[in-house]
């Protein structure tokens, strides 16, 4: 095998390790990356992302409030009230509510490696 096509194999099997193994970007400054990270932590329903899910309903941009609470309900069936439109004030309470749920979940269910090892 050529040392050309050896290296773009290794290339092709970091990246797709890359993308499975790190948590997307919701902290981008661009609200653009941020919505496609939401999108992605949606479709991949990964509960872990949930507080991060949170964080983004108090974004400064809509869409990305928009996207997060889409992305919440797809992965949990409520919204809590939340509206992404409403000013600030007003999505407080249900953001706090979000906030206690996920605390709540985390004490409920045993972590990841907890649940590895038997723990």
Not at 48 to 57: E, N, T, Y
Not at 106 to 112: L, R
Request: glycine share 6%; hydrophobic share 40%; aromatic share 8%.
């Amino acid at each position: 095998m050529s040392d050309l096509k050896i290296l773009s194999t290794g290339i092709v099997v970091l990246l797709s390790g890359c993308a499975g193994g790190f948590p997307p970007d919701l902290h981008s400054p661009d609200p653009a990356a941020r919505i496609r990270a939401i999108r992605q932590v949606a479709e991949q329903e990964d509960k872990a992302a949930l507080p991060l899910l949170v964080d983004r309903l108090e974004d400064e941009d809509e869409a990305v409030r928009f996207y997060a609470i889409a992305a919440l309900f797809r992965m949990t069936g409520t919204d809590m009230g939340y509206k992404y439109y409403k000013p600030l004030r007003e999505r407080l309470p249900a953001v706090k509510r979000w906030r206690q749920y996920v605390r709540r979940r985390a004490k409920a269910e045993p972590s990841t490696r907890a649940a590895a090892f038997g723990s």
